[in-house]
């Protein structure tokens, strides 16, 4: 298990932007594939975004051409900017680690974005 802190969420108007972080705590950071996901009052988990040790990166298209996903290997970090943001934005985010050689995955306690004005 990885333990996974997450930070940056919070309330914002429609049209705002904000920020995620999330610091995973691991001696070899380039063996995980990390991801950002979401739930939302009522519904599942859904996929937001991953990105690779590489650099590769996949997002929903909810969230192509608004959100970007980025990491910093140096620090164990990976982000989410989210810009253009919409009251349907409005979710549980949860930062993920996904082990590239024993698929397991982890996952942080979720940070709460609210889109409100």
């Known amino acids: 298990q990885v333990q996974l802190v997450e930070s940056g969420g919070g309330l914002v108007q429609p049209g705002g932007s904000l920020r995620l972080s999330c610091a995973a705590a691991v001696s070899i950071f380039a063996n995980y594939r990390m991801g950002w996901y979401r739930q939302a009052p009522g519904k599942q988990r859904e996929l937001v975004a991953t990105?690779?040790?590489?650099?590769?990166?996949n997002y929903a298209d909810s969230a192509k051409g608004r959100f970007t996903i980025s990491r910093d290997n140096a620090k164990n970090t990976v982000y989410l900017q989210m810009i253009s943001l919409k009251p349907e934005d409005t979710a549980v985010y949860y930062c993920n680690a996904h082990h590239r050689y024993s698929d397991f995955d982890s996952w942080g306690q979720g940070t709460q974005v609210t889109v409100s004005s």
């Open positions: 990105i690779t040790s590489g650099g590769r990166t």
